[in-house]
T-cell receptor
Framework: EAGVVQSPRYKIIEKKQPVAFWCNPI?????LYWYRQNLGQGPELLIR????????DSQLPKDRFSAERLKGVDSTLKIQPAELGDSAVYLC?????????FGPGTRLTVT | GDSVTQMEGPVTLSEEAFLTINCTYT??????LFWYVQYPGEGLQLLLK?????DKGSNKGFEATYRKETTSFHLEKGSVQVSDSAVYFC???????????FGKGNQVVVIP
């Protein structure tokens, strides 16, 4: 069974540029999560989807971050414009019940 | 809100040594507790879990017991191997919202 797929694995951009990350969850997993992991810290939830509905986005900085999961399968997380402090690893996870399966993440570096 | 605290600093130990990583939590309800492991260059993997008080989670020689009286979920392994070198994260989930709250993680380095 394929795991959670994320792309790209690495991204380097200049500040003020836009960036997008893509996630394909495990087949059949209705719940999808985006986390941000700063260096030396544990992941922090940005947004959670149940099918195509964002049911928990309280920690998503909505002035510059957006996400979508239009068909209830894969998802895109966007940052526009990026700031230096957005440098982090962005993790996608999916679940069928309470056990979350994580992708390898996208390491973003903003210069 | 719900939170997890892990002991500070990396852990360095010799092969076959005993490993303990402390984890305590703060939660308003009755959370589920998890240990995740992140091997170099890989994503987070669930190592073990416990969903109620006094439950013991175990996997790959690792164990952790859900202690409600001390709000703890310490991870232990009796004899570590070099292949156990990784970062270990303690986490909790409020069963009502499926949101995982992670600790800061502990890097474990096992020396041959």
């Amino acid at each position: 069974e394929a795991g959670v797929v994320q792309s790209p694995r690495y991204k380097i951009i200049e500040k003020k540029q836009p960036v997008a990350f893509w996630c394909n969850p495990i087949s059949g997993h209705n719940t999808l999560y985006w986390y941000r992991q700063n260096l030396g810290q544990g992941p922090e939830l940005l947004i959670r989807y149940e099918n195509e509905e964002a049911v928990d986005d309280s920690q998503l900085p909505k002035d510059r971050f957006s996400a979508e999961r239009l068909k209830g399968v894969d998802s895109t997380l966007k940052i526009q414009p990026a700031e230096l402090g957005d440098s982090a690893v962005y993790l996608c996870a999916s679940s069928l019940d309470y056990e979350q399966y994580f992708g390898p993440g996208t390491r973003l570096t903003v210069t | 809100g719900d939170s997890v605290t892990q002991m500070e600093g990396p852990v360095t130990l010799s092969e076959e040594a005993f490993l303990t990583i402390n984890c305590t939590y703060t939660a308003t309800g009755y959370p589920s507790l998890f240990w995740y492991v992140q091997y170099p260059g890989e994503g987070l993997q669930l190592l073990l879990k416990a969903t109620k008080a006094d439950d013991k989670g175990s996997n790959k020689g690792f164990e952790a017991t859900y202690r409600k009286e001390t709000t703890s979920f310490h991870l232990e392994k009796g004899s570590v191997q070099v292949s156990d070198s990784a970062v270990y994260f303690c986490a909790l989930s409020d069963q009502g919202n499926n949101r995982l709250a992670f600790g800061k993680g502990n890097q474990v380095v096992v020396i041959p």
